[in-house]
């Protein structure tokens, strides 16, 4: 992944995230070469802002790649709760609803944090009281996991954003989440 001729992430695997680049304010055009070319896979010209966060989402759209600047949540959630996004790239998957499940707690019981998630799209961050929970997707509408986490507790004041993907030549299960750390 380059800004402008600057190489700021490195053989990139599919649904992984990376850590954050620094980067000037001002406007940059961001490519996503093959590994080792540079063939552009996608690109997009952006304004970056001074002090701000921002993540390049790439989506396989089944007819190429697109690439989408999004801006990062770059302060901590409010106080009892935690901001979280997702970012759904399972394509065989089609779209999903996301919970937090509290021990004991149900899907059929549960009301989803995110639903109908498309592929390619972006949740936007929500807040979620802090908490133990369960991340758990579904495909829309169902009740049935397609993923099932670990118990991880949340506190106040974190953001985090959740890959959804589904790349089977990487990982062997059908549904996959990768969580990074936006804020602690």
């Known amino acids: ?15 992984t995230i990376t850590n954050y680049a620094i980067l000037a304010p001002g406007r ?22 001074a002090a701000g966060q921002h993540s390049v989402y790439l989506a396989d759209t089944g007819s190429g790649f697109k690439a989408k600047l999004l801006k990062d949540q770059a302060a901590p959630s409010p106080i009892g709760e935690f901001s979280v996004r997702f970012l759904q790239a399972a394509d065989a998957t089609g ?9 004991g707690e149900s899907v059929a019981d549960a009301t989803p ?6 592929p390619g799209q972006n949740s936007g961050y929500g807040n979620v009281p802090d908490g133990s929970y369960r991340l758990v997707v579904t495909q829309a509408g169902s009740t049935e996991p397609v993923f099932t986490g670990s118990r991880v507790t ?3 004041g974190q953001v985090r954003t959740v890959l959804i993907g589904d790349e089977p030549a990487v990982h062997p299960e059908p549904v996959h989440v990768v969580v990074g750390d936006d804020w602690d």
Do not use: F, H, W
Not at 1 to 15: D, F, L, T
């Open 1 to 15: 992944v380059y800004a402008g001729k600057k190489e700021i992430a490195k053989n990139v695997k599919a649904g």
């Open 28 to 49: 940059v055009t961001i490519t996503v070469d093959a590994t080792g070319t540079r063939k552009a896979l996608a690109s997009l010209t952006a304004n970056l802002q």
């Open 95 to 103: 779209p999903v609803d996301v919970y937090y499940l509290r021990s």
């Open 113 to 118: 944090v995110v639903k109908g998630l498309a």
């Open 154 to 156: 949340y506190e106040g």
